[in-house]
Structures are given as C-alpha cells and as structure tokens.
C-alpha cells in the first residue's frame, strides 16, 4: 500500500487534516478529502482553515490545494484497516473473474523474468 | 527475496517498514511513529505518531494518529534503538506546559539567526538567504 494509493482510498471518507505552505505562511486546512491525483493535488470540501498561529479561523465550502504546497496530510486511524478491507475484498474479486490458479501462475512468472541471469544471457546472445 | 530489490536509497529502506522511526522535517518537527509505507519520493505513512519537542533537558509529546509526509518536506529518516531509547537522560514533561518554553526557545533562536543573517549580509559581504527551510 503505497502512500499514494493510501490517499486515493481516502477519497470521500470524511476529515482529512492537511498542513500546507502557501507564500511561506503555514495553514491547516481540514475537511472531508472529495478528490486528489498523482500529484498529491487535492480537492477538499466542507472545509475550516486557520493561521499559523490557529488563531482565526475561516469556513470554505470548497477548496482545492496543490500537491507541491502539501507538508503533510493526517487522515483517520481506521482508515488503514479499512483500505486492508478493501483491498483484500477487490483482490478475491479479481481472482473470482479470472480463476484462483491462474493468478498464482501470473505471479511466479513475473518473478521469474525480473532475475538477472535469464536477461543477462540473451543480451549477450544477440550481440554475438 | 532481496536480491531483487535493487540497492538504491529508496530500496534500502524496505528494512525500516514496520519499525520505530523519528522523522525529521524541514520546518523542524520532530515525528516519532511506525513505518507503514514509503515511495520513491520519500512521502511516508506513519502510524500511531506522536509529535515531540524539546527545550532544556525535558521532552513532551503530542498525539497525533496516522500521518502521510510528503517526501520533499523530509530532512530525516532514523530507526529508533528500542533498547536505548529508555536511557534517554531527558525527563517527559505534560505538552501544555513545555509548548509555551518551546515557542519562547523558536521565537529566540529565530531571532538570534536573523541578527546573525544581518551581520553577515551588511558587514561581512556574504549574500542574503532565502526563508523558511532554507538551510536544507
């Protein structure tokens, strides 16, 4: 579980806590996670912002912050088990669509051609 | 197994998941929480965090739940010596009443660094530098 794939489970699911750096000034920004990329961009709804100080505070209904101003993102403590679920529950559905062994076979095959001495071998092969 | 993981300073971290880390980040939190994941941009999940600071020879901590880093705020990455860690001579003191000291000894030292900053800049010729985080 890549800490992307972290966030992209996270979409919809409520409080997202976020602090970022926009012109140099620390905010927090928290509310409920609508959307985000690749590019750790996001979309926030429903959300209460406040100063560096966390004196003032400021409601915004929407707001959309861009990946690279992000320090970091605190998000629920259920939410790792609950992206285990469904994980877990997305992978028995892929094997019932393709069939239990053939996944296994997919798998050891993979492995097999990321050794080295199999590729290795043919390089050498084709420049002789 | 490890073999084929290729030995690059991100493929040597796979030894950290699942242990102790403190996380060191650029405007000079310090994290301490499990390793959970990490990518090749260094954002990192941690798990049960609690944020820590120091001032004199006390320490406080701050609950803090899961926490997903974005790598380029990262300064450091440190496993934890479980053994060690209780020998630490520092005395843990309640957050609320060390966060008042803590931002005293932040305002302080920001301050002795930007007189330091001026000296260097009007006197001894240096160039200016930039703002926050700066120095990494």
Redesign the interface.
């Known amino acids: 579980m890549l800490p992307l794939s972290l966030l992209n489970a996270a979409q919809n699911k409520p409080m997202v806590r976020t602090l970022h750096n926009f012109l140099q000034e620390r905010r927090n920004v928290n509310g409920h996670l609508v959307n985000c990329d690749n590019f750790m961009n996001i979309t926030l709804r429903e959300v209460y912002q406040t100063n560096a100080d966390g004196d003032r505070f400021w409601k915004v209904k929407e707001c959309y912050i861009r990946g690279s101003t992000i320090k970091y993102l605190r998000v629920p403590d259920a939410l790792l088990d609950v992206v285990k679920e469904d994980q877990t529950r997305a992978r028995e559905a892929g094997k019932g669509a393709r069939g239990g062994t053939h996944v296994g076979g997919v798998g050891r095959g993979r492995g097999g051609a990321r050794g080295g001495p199999p590729r290795g071998g043919r390089a050498r092969g084709r420049g002789i | 197994m490890d073999s ?1 993981i290729p030995f690059t300073t991100s493929g040597s971290l796979v030894d950290c998941v699942d242990r102790k880390m403190l996380v060191v ?3 000079g939190r310090k994290l301490h929480g499990v390793l ?4 090749q941009f260094a ?3 941690l ?1 049960d965090t609690v944020e820590r600071i120091y001032a004199g020879n006390t320490f406080a901590e701050k609950w ?7 790598g ?2 990262v300064v450091l990455l440190g496993e934890i010596d479980l053994d060690q860690e209780d020998d630490v001579p520092l005395r843990q003191v309640d957050y609320k009443q060390l966060d008042d000291y803590y931002r005293q000894d932040a305002a302080a030292k920001k301050q002795r660094e930007e007189a330091k900053a001026k000296i260097l800049y009007e006197q001894k010729g240096f160039c200016k530098e930039g ?2 985080g700066d120095g990494y």
């Open positions: 084929l980040l650029r405007d959970r994941s990490y990518d954002n990192l999940v798990e803090c739940g899961l926490f997903l880093i974005r380029e705020n703002g926050e």
